[in-house]
């Protein structure tokens, strides 16, 4: 008797596991779809370098970031270019994050566009450490030039990879 229990038990979270991951699947080919069509606006296009206000010896911002979330080098955001910042959505203390379509050196990434700053001349973002290790997994480069950043529109994006 405890052993069919066990089973069906053991059956249930299989098909579980399963089920989440074909709806991973399907969610994930949609994302990817949609996402080219709701870019909105034109393309900025410049170069892009990374930030972290707790590495020693970065001068930029400090553990809040402008939307008044704590910076946090583990999730897919960016900062973007002060003079940009109506474009985007305003990013301000205590407004929700926008989001953006980063592409560069044939990869995609929506980003969470949760700061903002006067970033060095030519750079129009500033990736977070895990965004940029998406496009320079060893950090080596610094600065990725050609990258392609496009708002997107509405609230409910889940930044990362696409496509």
């Known amino acids: ?27 994930d080919t949609v994302h990817s779809s949609a996402v080219v069509n709701a870019a909105s606006g034109d393309a900025i296009v ?23 979330e704590r910076y946090d080098p583990s999730v897919w955001a960016a900062a973007i270019k002060t003079s940009l910042r109506q474009k985007f959505g305003g990013v301000r203390y205590g407004a929700r994050p926008k989001y953006a379509l980063v592409e560069a050196a044939g990869k995609k990434v929506i980003v969470k566009i949760n700061d903002v700053g006067p970033l060095t001349p030519g750079r129009i973002i500033d990736l977070n450490e895990r965004t940029m290790r998406h496009f320079d997994p060893s950090l080596e480069l610094g600065v990725i030039h050609g990258v392609s950043v496009r708002p997107l529109s509405g609230d409910d994006w889940i930044p990362g990879p696409v496509g």
């Open 1 to 27: 008797m405890v052993f069919r229990s066990s089973a069906a038990i053991c059956g249930a979270v299989i098909a579980l596991a399963i089920s989440a991951t074909v709806a991973r699947s399907e969610f």
């Open 46 to 68: 410049g170069a892009a370098s990374m930030y972290n206000p707790f590495r020693p010896g970065w001068r930029e911002g400090g553990p809040n970031t402008a939307s008044g």
